[in-house]
C-alpha cells in the first residue's frame, strides 16, 4: 500500500505595500482624530433607522434624482469616472514644493538645451572640416 504525496498548498506570499498605500495610512494616522463625534441628523442614518415620517423626503428625492443618475451614467464614460477618482487620491505637493520641482525643471531643460547645443556645433564643425573639405 502505497501511499500518495500530499497535494502542496501554494505558498502565498506578502506583497510590499505600494508607495500610495503607506502614504494613505500615514495621512490616516495623522488625522486620526482624538475623539470621534457622533452624527446625530436623519440624513446620515441608515433609511432603515429613520423614522417613517422622515423616510418620505428622502425615497421622494430618490425617485426624482434616479433617472438623472441612471443617464449620468450612461454618458459619461467609465474612463472619466475612474480618472476622477483617481485625482482624488492624488496627495497634491504644497505650493513651495510646486515652485521648487518647477524651477528644478526649467534649470534642467536650459542645461540639457545648451549641451545639445553646443554638441551640434561641435559635430557641425567635424562635418565642415572632414566631409565638406
Known sequence: MAREPKARRPRVRKTAPTVRERQIAAAQEQSAPAKT????????????????S????????????SPLRWLGSKIVPKYL???????RLVIWPARRETWRLTLAVFIFAIVFG??????DKGLDEVFKKVVLK
Open 37 to 52: 463625534r457622533r452624527i446625530s441628523s436623519a440624513a446620515a442614518r441608515p433609511l432603515r433607522a429613520m423614522k417613517l
Open 81 to 87: 469616472v475612474n480618472s476622477w477618482r483617481e485625482v
Open 114 to 119: 545648451a549641451l545639445v547645443a553646443g554638441v
Open 54 to 65: 422622515e423616510r418620505r423626503p428622502v425615497k421622494a428625492a430618490g425617485r426624482v434624482l
